[in-house]
């Protein structure tokens, strides 16, 4: 099992320019989520799909459009990259229901210049 | 509504010595929580949870944590730091069934030889 990857690993952009975060899982999760990790703030949910089919907004959401695009895949979309989106993007998933861990992938490193 | 706060932004240690990082949480009802760990450039490990099921937690790698509901903190501590141990640590409540977690600003661990 691969469990969470994410592609790309790193990506530099220009403020204005749009890209997409790509995320998929092999663990036959239901849930699925996006984070943002800045230094001294941990990590901050910034969109969720709770299962197929559904998306919601999570605490930091302005600026980022989500696809579920099957029960394996979650996109994030930047439609117009500005500075202040240069973070690291995490991508997780997780068993629906209970209170089960959420499992992370690597990591996408973005810089918005 | 959930919170946590990690009450030390730093903590170094020397190899062999205990290690103590310290979380007070908030909630308007029984928590569930977790600590994670992350090495440098990777993803998130989940080093343990808590579910109600025990007050005292033990994880992977010689971690333990002990949820006290008086004082409502969750201190993470293993009796002997290795140098592998050397990673920023993150205290994380679960809000929304699962679907929502909230980290602390986390706890970077330095190890010294």
């Known amino acids: 099992n691969a469990g969470v990857t994410q592609t790309p690993k790193f990506q530099v952009l220009k403020t204005g320019q749009s890209m997409t975060l790509q995320c998929a899982q092999d663990?036959?999760?239901?849930?699925m989520y996006w984070y943002r990790q800045d230094p001294g703030m941990g990590l901050r949910l910034i969109y969720y799909s709770a299962s197929e089919g559904t998306t919601d907004k999570g605490e930091v959401p302005n600026g980022y459009n989500v696809s579920r695009l099957n029960k394996r895949e979650f996109s994030l979309r930047l439609e117009s990259a500005a500075p202040s989106q240069t973070s690291v993007y995490f991508c997780?998933?997780?068993?629906?229901?209970?209170?089960?861990?959420?499992?992370f992938g690597p990591g996408t490193r973005l810089t918005v210049l | 509504a959930q919170s946590v706060t990690q009450l030390d932004s730093h903590v170094s240690v020397s190899e062999g010595t205990p290690v103590l990082l310290r979380c007070n949480y908030s909630s308007s009802y029984s928590p569930s929580l977790f600590w994670y760990v992350q090495h440098p450039n990777k993803g998130l490990q989940l080093l343990l949870k808590y579910t109600s099921a025990a007050t005292l937690v033990k994880g992977i790698n010689g971690f333990e944590a002990e949820f006290k509901k008086s004082e409502t903190s969750f201190h993470l501590t293993k009796p002997s730091a290795h140098m592998s141990d050397a990673a920023e640590y993150f205290c994380?409540?679960?809000?929304?069934?699962?679907?929502?977690?909230?980290f602390g600003a986390g706890t970077i661990l330095r190890v010294k030889s």
């Open positions: 663990m036959n999760h239901n849930s």
């Open positions: 994380v409540v679960s809000r929304e069934y699962g679907n929502k977690l909230v």
């Open positions: 997780a998933s997780r068993l629906a229901g209970g209170l089960w861990e959420q499992f």
